[in-house]
Each structure stands twice: as structure tokens, then as C-alpha cells.
């Protein structure tokens, strides 16, 4: 670069930039004259960019906080109205598919239903709670409660489905003995119960449910009302009965049309019998009438 800072190369070409002295730096800052342009290309700020390098898409620390995305559910709080059952009528009964196909007499477990509202679910944190580890379950799956002398369910965060009990022909009491069953004219024997869905009332067929995909069943043993339509079905003992005294019966009507025909055979051999005796009597009484005409 020329000393001077003035000197051309050609002519009619534009003087090159020179490096502002430190006292013109200095009064180009309080004037702000037109070397406020030359400023950009001084010695400051090369020694800037060869200091450290440029702070472009440089990643701050991390931030150790932990943010919530979905709010928690809240507990589930019973509705309005509900009272506790009278005691000792009803049980709560559970048993898994598996080991009620095995051995239905020893796979239930039973408990006592006193509490005006049971919930059911996968967590184990939460007092009073029926649990089932399924994954398909929620913490806070399903509500049972008693309300105006039925007994209702009430999904919460998760479907649950009600099933009639004739679709379960392992189901055994407390005692492990064969309780009475009803079945009726209707051909849906699954009912779901969606959490936006109100509340569905049990009933002596659909007694039994189950949470989301899980194999344990829950049902419910007591006085439950009958809905319409249903009925008891007959037991093994009755059927057994019936089916004897309907072998009994056709014997006896076979007896019957055995003796009925008997009786027609003996009817027609003495009416043969009869009309012999009259066909008899009736030449016997010509032969005479001719012989007095004879005579």
C-alpha cells in the first residue's frame, strides 16, 4: 500500500482503503464522519475475529428442568347420591381365565362388597384399590358403586366391557360350588362401557366385567335385580330330571297307544263276535219261521 494513501494505480480508477492512525480512529468516532465506513476493515477488527472464533450456532448448557406436559388426571371422586349396600349380600369375585379352565373350585378369590364405591386399576399407590397389573389398564381404570339399591358401572380412564355369565360356565362362589344362572332372549352378551359413556346397572346375567384387554373377570355374586327379559336357566340336576321324566312320559304314552290298540283289537274281535251271534240268531229264527210254514 502507498504511504501517501492517495496514489492511484490508473487513472480514473478509486484510491484503495487504508488502515484509519489512532488518532483519525479517534476522530472518526466523535465526529462520525465518512470514515465510519473504513472502520469495519481496521486492524480492531481483525484482531476480533482472530481472538476466538464467531458465536454462531453455539448450544447453550442444559437446562436440567422438568417439564410437564400432560396434566394428571385427578382422583376420581364418587357421584352424588351414592350409599353403602346392606351388608354381608354381596361378594366380589375374580378369577383368571386360565386357571378357572383349569380348576374352577380353587382359582376364585372373593371379598366382601360393604363400601358404597370400589374403583379398580393398575396402580398401587392409591388406598382401597381393586388392582390389575394388565397393561391395557389404567391407574384409575373403572368405578363400582351402589346407588338406589343397584349396583352401577362407571368407566373412568379406560374401557371396560360387561359380559353375561352364561359365557362363563366355570364360575363357582365363594364356597366353590355352582351358582344358580339366568340367561335371557337377548343375542348381545358384551356390552362396552366407554369413560365418556354414563353409567350401566348390573344385572343377574351381565354380572360380570372385565378392564380394558385383561383375562381376570370380576363378578358380581347377590340379590342383583332382573332386567327385562331375563330368567333362570335350569340346572344340570333339573335337566337331568326333565329329561328323565320325559323318557318316563314317552314310555308311558307308548304304553298307552300299546294298550290303546289292544283295546281297539278287543273291540273289533268282539264286535265280529257280536255280529256272528246276531247273524246266528237271525238264520235260527228263519229256519224256524220256514218250518212252521212247512208245517
Same mark, same amino acid.
Given at each position: 500500500?502507498?504511504?501517501?494513501?492517495? &496514489?492511484?494505480?490508473?487513472?480514473?480508477?478509486?484510491?484503495?482503503?487504508?488502515?484509519?492512525?489512532?488518532?483519525?480512529?479517534?476522530?472518526?468516532?466523535?465526529?462520525?464522519?465518512?470514515?465510519? %465506513?473504513?472502520?469495519?476493515? %481496521?486492524? *480492531?477488527? !481483525?484482531?476480533?475475529?482472530?481472538?476466538?472464533?464467531?458465536?454462531?450456532?453455539?448450544?447453550?448448557?442444559?437446562?436440567?428442568?422438568?417439564?410437564?406436559?400432560?396434566?394428571?388426571?385427578?382422583?376420581?371422586?364418587?357421584?352424588?347420591?351414592?350409599?353403602?349396600?346392606?351388608?354381608? !349380600?354381596?361378594?366380589?369375585?375374580?378369577?383368571?381365565?386360565?386357571?378357572?379352565?383349569?380348576?374352577?373350585?380353587? @382359582?376364585? $378369590? &372373593?371379598?366382601?362388597?360393604?363400601? +358404597?364405591?370400589?374403583?379398580?386399576?393398575?396402580? !398401587?399407590?392409591?388406598?382401597?384399590?381393586?388392582?390389575?397389573?394388565?397393561? &391395557?389398564?389404567?391407574? !384409575?381404570?373403572?368405578?363400582?358403586?351402589?346407588?338406589?339399591?343397584?349396583?352401577?358401572?362407571?368407566?373412568?380412564?379406560?374401557?371396560?366391557?360387561?359380559?353375561?355369565?352364561?359365557?362363563?360356565?366355570?364360575?363357582?362362589?365363594?364356597?366353590?360350588?355352582?351358582?344358580?344362572?339366568?340367561?335371557?332372549?337377548?343375542?348381545?352378551?358384551?356390552?362396552?362401557?366407554?369413560?365418556?359413556?354414563?353409567?350401566?346397572?348390573?344385572?343377574?346375567?351381565?354380572?360380570?366385567?372385565?378392564?380394558?384387554?385383561? #383375562?381376570?373377570?370380576?363378578?358380581?355374586?347377590?340379590?342383583?335385580? *332382573?332386567?327385562?327379559?331375563?330368567?333362570?336357566? @335350569?340346572?344340570?340336576?333339573?335337566?337331568?330330571?326333565?329329561?328323565?321324566?320325559?323318557?318316563?312320559?314317552?314310555?308311558?304314552? #307308548? $304304553?298307552? #297307544?300299546?294298550? %290303546?290298540?289292544?283295546? +281297539?283289537?278287543?273291540?273289533?274281535?268282539?264286535?265280529?263276535?257280536?255280529?256272528?251271534?246276531?247273524?246266528?240268531?237271525?238264520?235260527?229264527? &228263519?229256519?224256524?219261521?220256514?218250518? $212252521? $210254514?212247512?208245517?
Amino acid at each position: 500500500w502507498p504511504r501517501g494513501g492517495g &496514489s492511484r494505480v490508473c487513472d480514473g480508477a478509486p484510491p484503495f482503503p487504508t488502515a484509519p492512525r489512532p488518532s483519525t480512529f479517534r476522530h472518526t468516532l466523535s465526529t462520525g464522519g465518512q470514515n465510519a %465506513g473504513e472502520m469495519a476493515y %481496521g486492524p *480492531l477488527c !481483525q484482531c476480533a475475529f482472530m481472538s476466538y472464533g464467531p458465536r454462531i450456532q453455539q448450544k447453550a448448557p442444559p437446562l436440567d428442568i422438568v417439564k410437564v406436559i400432560w396434566e394428571k388426571r385427578a382422583k376420581f371422586e364418587p357421584p352424588m347420591g351414592v350409599e353403602a349396600p346392606p351388608p354381608g !349380600q354381596f361378594m366380589l369375585l375374580a378369577f383368571d381365565l386360565h386357571e378357572a379352565k383349569a380348576d374352577p373350585s380353587t @382359582a376364585t $378369590r &372373593s371379598m366382601p362388597l360393604d363400601d +358404597r364405591c370400589v374403583i379398580f386399576g393398575s396402580s !398401587q399407590f392409591h388406598d382401597g384399590q381393586v388392582h390389575d397389573g394388565h397393561k &391395557s389398564v389404567q391407574e !384409575q381404570h373403572t368405578a363400582l358403586f351402589f346407588m338406589k339399591g343397584k349396583w352401577h358401572l362407571k368407566g373412568i380412564n379406560g374401557n371396560t366391557y360387561m359380559e353375561s355369565m352364561t359365557a362363563h360356565p366355570w364360575l363357582r362362589d365363594a364356597e366353590g360350588a355352582v351358582p344358580k344362572r339366568y340367561t335371557s332372549s337377548n343375542a348381545r352378551k358384551t356390552e362396552a362401557i366407554a369413560p365418556m359413556d354414563p353409567k350401566k346397572r348390573l344385572s343377574r346375567e351381565m354380572c360380570v366385567f372385565r378392564l380394558g384387554d385383561s #383375562d381376570r373377570r370380576f363378578w358380581i355374586a347377590g340379590p342383583l335385580p *332382573l332386567k327385562e327379559g331375563e330368567m333362570e336357566e @335350569a340346572g344340570a340336576d333339573a335337566g337331568r330330571s326333565a329329561a328323565v321324566g320325559g323318557a318316563a312320559g314317552v314310555a308311558g304314552a #307308548d $304304553r298307552r #297307544d300299546r294298550g %290303546g290298540e289292544r283295546d +281297539r283289537g278287543d273291540r273289533k274281535e268282539r264286535g265280529r263276535k257280536d255280529r256272528k251271534e246276531a247273524r246266528s240268531r237271525t238264520r235260527s229264527r &228263519s229256519r224256524s219261521r220256514g218250518e $212252521r $210254514r212247512r208245517k
